[in-house]
């Protein structure tokens, strides 16, 4: 008998029409003798649509209340997932994060969970049921509501197949695995059969939302074997995420992202001494805006120029700040760029593979695509080009690496 961990998303059970195919799924599996615990979003949109409710009453709203609000959600789908395995003749019981303990931190809208009270679920599963609990939620010390931010239902189930040692944690969505590439700007983009954490760690943060990143740390940390899967098309398999082996650094590039939502800011003219970088960079961390790709070039005359990145929904207050700053530290200039994108190639190989970046930047220097800034880790490196470019320039690397040809 093996206990699997599965977890469904608001696609799969946004009306009832799909419960009942989830439910049957889950009542499937089953009865090929296997212990199953089920964890599920809130139906289709009504997360956001509860947000949207809020924004018309309020501006200040308060986190708390927010999860108090969101936290209904999930609350709908396991109770009408249960009626539905009932109607199955299968024996199912939910539970909402309180009731199985998953205690978090006092976080509101991104806690993060300290534990889980494995034996509620292990009595549940004893007695023959299918057990269903909430995602995305838990409760603090204060027996507060705590949700853990947005996607946060793929952490519950991960936490809860580390917790439980399940043999299995299956993520059930509405794609049917890890791409290549984004299949709507490669259209021969292939399905990963296998991929790393880290592999997907770095994807996941550069666009590729088939999993919230969060979770995808846990599975790390908790040596947790995820496997993504359609819930619409059952019967294909899907990828693997699970720890890196020495026969994935044979894959030099296992894929390709393209992120579109960041903009660039140049400082002109910056004198170069001491402190000048600490202070631009603290004044922006102070008021919450996170930087992504920093460069500085340095001029004959003592001059620099500093260019970073920031997500768009950022680029008014980063203004704000800089208008101030540039003042103070002396700059020249500052200039603000949105057309852009940034294109990354991922791969545990690259560590131990020459010349990749070398390739990258020949691919796009061929076809004649200006790269504005460059960024690496060990098993990335990303450009940024011209936003209208990007789709072209993915399908390039896409090419040039031959992710067409590997599994
Ligand atoms: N319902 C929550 C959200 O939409 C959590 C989840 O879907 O995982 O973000
Ligand atoms: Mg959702």
Redesign the pocket.
Known sequence: MALIVQKY??SSVADAEKVKRVAKHIVGNKRKNNELVVVV??PGE???DLLDMAKKITDNRSDREIDML?ST??QVSIALLAMAIHEQGEQAISFTGHQVGIVTDTTHTKAKIISINEKKVFNALEKGNIVIIA??QGVDEHNDIT?LG?????TTAVALAAVLKADLCEIYTDVDGVYTADPRIVPNAQKIDTISYDEMLEMASLGAKVM?SRSIEFAKKYDVDVQVRSSFNTNTIGTLITKEVLSMEKVVVRGVTCEMDEAKLSLIGVPDRPGVAAKIFTSLAKVNVGVDMIVQSTGEDGINTISFTVNKSDLKKTMEILNKVAIEIEAKKILADEHIAKISIVGVGMRSHCGIAASMFEALALNKINIDMISTSEIKLSCIVEDLRAHEAVRILHDRFNLADIK
């Open positions: 998303g608001g979003s809130a009504m997360t956001d969101l959600g999930e995602g995305f949700t947005r996607g946060g239902s793929d919230q």
